[in-house]
């Protein structure tokens, strides 16, 4: 199978097949004959692309430091392509000076990921219903949210009601290049705002970001733009009212979620809406409907 050139810019000699590329140029196998024993060698540099996969993919051969051969194989063969189409397409990139070490290390973290999402899926799940709930009497419930479409567009939004589910405000706001979760932070930090701005004095606050109500909670983060927002948030909390920070999961965020994805799309800073907003009236009649969701959650 042939790609891009004729001849490879390595080797200068031979043909770039696909097979060449990863096995047979001397910048793949000076990786290959490190980590392939002595002992397969002629078996391994032998036959062609369809014969060569099938004895790799069988698992015949012994993985090196406790790592999976078939896994560690094709963790290579990804690398080898890899930087073969970096140098192509890529006029500053050289290839590393120790091209094993990198790919041990992926190997590495690929293992430790596979094994704590194990360890994840092992936790047991119960199946539950997930709707929008309404606060307790005399309280308000302020839900938040913040959305990023790509690297310069990001946006929240948010809304509170009442106990019986009644409008009472919304707000949709652009916050410009972000993460994600500034982005929710900005929604919980403009929310907090607003309630306090009408007077509230009980609010609920839901988020569907487990990481950002931990965040809340706990005045900590690593992001050097998060933490001025955590600060900020904490500030408007301790104030004179009473604000309750829950984890709520998305399938009962989905109108804070409309006005953050809202928010994205504006070309103003931030917008209220007094009244329900057109583009989340379905989703609003659904909550206040007690619509809900089937979703598996941890026990």
Not at 44 to 63: C, K, P, R, T
Not at 180 to 188: D, I, N, P, Q
Not at 210 to 217: H, Q
Not at 220 to 226: I, L, V
Request: with cysteine.
């Amino acid at each position: 199978m042939r790609i891009a050139h004729m001849m490879c810019d390595h080797c200068r000699v031979f043909e770039e097949t696909s097979l060449h590329v990863l096995r047979d140029c001397d910048v793949a196998k000076e990786i290959w004959m490190v980590v392939v024993p002595r002992s397969v060698r002629s078996a391994f540099f032998g036959g062609d692309l369809s014969h060569w996969f099938s004895i790799n993919l069988d698992g015949e051969l012994v993985g090196i430091n406790d790592i999976n051969w078939p896994e560690f194989w094709a963790t290579v063969c990804y690398f080898l392509w890899n930087w073969r189409n970096r140098e192509y397409h890529d006029n500053s990139f050289t290839r590393p000076v120790q091209p094993v070490q990198v790919i041990m290390q992926r190997c590495r973290e690929y293992k430790l990921a596979a094994r704590a999402s194990r360890v994840v899926t092992s936790v047991p799940r119960i199946n539950v219903m997930i709707g929008w709930e309404p606060p307790s009497q005399g309280w308000v419930k302020l839900n938040t949210d913040g959305a990023r479409k790509n690297e310069r567009v990001a946006g929240c939004g948010g809304i509170i009601r009442n106990n019986i589910g009644d409008w009472i405000g919304g707000f949709a706001k652009h916050v410009g290049s972000c993460s994600a979760f500034v982005a929710e932070l900005w929604g919980v930090l403009e929310g907090l705002n607003y309630a306090w701005k009408l007077g509230f004095k009980k609010v609920e606050l839901e988020i569907d970001s487990a990481i950002v109500v931990d965040a809340v909670n706990s005045g900590e983060t690593n992001s050097a733009m998060g933490i001025a927002l955590i600060r900020s948030i904490r500030r408007i909390i301790a104030l004179n009212w009473n604000v309750k920070v829950y984890h709520s999961y998305r399938e009962s965020n989905l109108c804070a979620d409309a006005f953050a994805n809202l928010g994205c799309a504006l070309d103003e800073n931030i917008v209220f809406f007094d009244t329900c907003s057109s583009q989340i009236r379905n989703l609003l009649f659904a909550d206040i409907s007690g619509h809900t969701t089937l979703r598996l959650i941890p026990m």
